[in-house]
Structure formats: structure tokens, C-alpha cells
């Protein structure tokens, strides 16, 4: 079990660009979570999807986010166009359904100047 | 909706000896799960401790214990016989079931030293 595995480790961007973040899940975890952490707001739930649907993204914070989810084994976090204010830590979860913990990747670290 | 506070944004604490961090958070749910995690330096987020809110009784962990109450919304970590592995951001966080997934709420963190 490889864990969670998140792609890049860090990525720096300019502003304007477009930025992708991928997440492989573990298999047999059927919900997957998007989250967003930085020093102003902490931990944020950016979205949420359950059997590769997506459930509640009403934490996305503009349309420039957009989340995908085509199979089990694959998600992404898109950033169109990117922003000096979305610099921040993006982690990617994987849990099952019904109260259980969240296993978490090492997260990227996105730096848009 | 939940909300979570973790009132110490730091502690501080000798190794060897006990430290105890709060947590107090507000749900409508009966039925959740809190979760303690751990994030050190690394930045990989590590669970440390569960607890179900319907049992009465504490979770432990070895070093690690809650002291949960449920009536007072309150959700403490203790980490006894400090090490200094120990040193890193400690997240509180209440997890209730959605119907399709579960959802967890973190709070602002307490960033915990240890020394010598």
C-alpha cells in the first residue's frame, strides 16, 4: 500500500498560468477529498467527491477551481488562471465512507508569482 | 455545519513530562467521530488518536490519551512522557457522515515545542 501519492511536491508558477495538481488515491477508499491549507485560514475543504462523483464543492473558492475525479485511481485540482493568492499547500485525502479517518498525501506546495 | 476551536496557538513543553491540548467544537450531529492529527515539519498529516462519540470510555494510544466530553463539546489530547518527535502542529478535527461521505473539519492547529 503505497499510500496516497500527490504530484508535484512544488510547483511555481506565474501568475495568469494554468496549474494542475494530481492525486492517486488508495484503492478501496471511496471518498476523496481536495483541501487547502495555509497560514491565514487553516485547513479548508475545497471538495469532496464519493465514488468518484463530486459531492459538495461549495468550498471551491472561485470558478478558476475545478476538480475532476474520472476514475477511482486519478483526481486533479485545476487552477485556471492562477493567482499570487492561491500560493498554499494542497493535500489530497482518501478515506471511506462512513466515519473513518482521512489518509492525507505529502501535499504540493503551489507558489504562483 | 461544524466549527472547531483550538484555543492554544502554541505550548510548550519539557521532554519527558505531560502536556495536554484543547479542542471544543459545535455540532447538531449525535453521531461523529473526532480525530486528533499530527503534522510535523514534513508537512505529511498523521493520524494520532480516534474517538467515537458514542462511547463513554477514552480513547488511548500509548502516550497519547483524549479526554472526551460529549455534553461539553470537548475534546482534548494529552501526550504524556513528551519526546521530542513529539514537536510539530497538532489538528483537531470532528468527522460526522454526510450519508455518502465523511466529513472533517479541522481546526486552526496548536503548534507544540518541545525542549530539553
Known amino acids: 500500500d503505497a499510500g496516497v501519492i500527490q504530484s508535484p511536491r512544488h510547483e511555481v508558477t506565474e501568475m495568469g498560468q494554468e496549474v494542475t495538481l494530481r492525486c492517486k488515491p488508495i484503492s478501496g477508499h471511496n471518498s476523496l477529498f481536495w483541501y487547502r491549507q495555509t497560514m491565514m485560514r487553516g485547513l479548508e475543504l475545497l471538495i469532496y467527491?464519493?465514488?468518484?462523483?463530486?459531492?459538495?464543492d461549495s468550498g471551491m473558492p472561485e470558478d478558476r477551481f475545478s476538480a475532476k475525479m474520472p476514475n477511482a485511481s486519478f483526481s486533479t485540482l485545476k487552477i485556471q488562471p492562477s493567482e499570487p493568492r492561491d500560493s498554499a499547500v494542497y493535500f489530497c485525502?482518501?478515506?471511506?465512507?462512513?466515519?473513518?479517518?482521512?489518509?492525507f498525501g505529502q501535499g504540493t506546495r503551489l507558489t504562483v508569482v | 455545519a461544524q466549527t472547531v476551536t483550538q484555543s492554544q496557538p502554541e505550548m510548550s513543553v519539557q521532554e519527558a513530562e505531560t502536556v495536554t491540548l484543547s479542542c471544543t467544537y459545535d455540532?447538531?450531529?449525535?453521531?461523529?467521530?473526532l480525530f486528533w492529527y499530527k503534522q510535523p515539519p514534513s508537512r505529511q498529516m498523521i493520524l494520532v488518536i480516534r474517538q467515537e462519540a458514542y462511547k463513554q470510555q477514552n480513547a488511548t494510544e500509548n502516550r497519547f490519551s483524549v479526554n472526551f466530553q460529549k455534553a461539553a463539546k470537548s475534546f482534548s489530547l494529552k501526550i504524556s512522557d513528551s519526546q521530542l518527535g513529539d514537536a510539530a502542529m497538532y489538528f483537531c478535527?470532528?468527522?460526522?457522515?454526510?450519508?455518502?461521505?465523511?466529513?472533517?473539519?479541522f481546526g486552526t492547529g496548536t503548534r507544540l515545542q518541545v525542549t530539553l
Open positions: 478535527a470532528p468527522t460526522y457522515y454526510t450519508g455518502t461521505a465523511s466529513k472533517l473539519t
Open positions: 467527491f464519493n465514488n468518484n462523483v463530486p459531492i459538495d
Open positions: 485525502a482518501h478515506g471511506r465512507a462512513e466515519n473513518t479517518e482521512a489518509f
Open positions: 455540532t447538531s450531529e449525535s453521531d461523529y467521530y
